[in-house]
């Protein structure tokens, strides 16, 4: 499975911006698929979740009410919502796959591929 995350780019504190991950590969539909992020100098932390289904969404207690998942599977790819956004999520954003859905205990160890990260700079 191949990810290629997009949509990031340069907003004001209180905007919205809306990433992409593109998947391809024959099985990708089939892969739970979630976002990361990973600001400078601290761990990559988990930020939302979607199972291949479209019917179970996970999303970190931080990011809820502000963050939505979706993904669109006949395009193969998955989208996140960031709405209200604040100077602390600045950070490079990624997206990963999973045949495992780890219910409320996503890890960065846990995820099998991951796209190349796309980089949202919140300026205050």
């Known amino acids: 499975v191949q990810l290629q995350a997009s949509g990031g780019g340069l907003v004001q504190a209180g905007g919205s911006l809306r990433l992409s991950c593109a998947a391809s590969g024959r099985t990708s539909s089939s892969y739970h698929m979630g976002w990361f992020r990973q600001a400078p100098g601290k761990e990559r932390e988990f930020l939302a979740a979607i199972s291949w289904s479209i019917d179970t969404t996970d999303y970190a207690d931080g990011v809820k009410g502000r963050f939505t998942i979706s993904r669109d599977n006949a395009k193969n790819t998955v989208y996140l919502q960031m709405n209200s956004l604040k100077p602390e999520d600045t950070a490079v954003y990624y997206c990963?796959?999973?045949?495992?859905?780890?219910?409320?205990?996503?890890?960065?160890?846990?995820?099998?591929?991951w796209g190349k990260g796309t980089l949202v700079t919140v300026s205050s």
């Open positions: 990963a796959a999973a045949r495992v859905w780890y219910d409320s205990s996503w890890s960065r160890r846990g995820m099998e591929y």
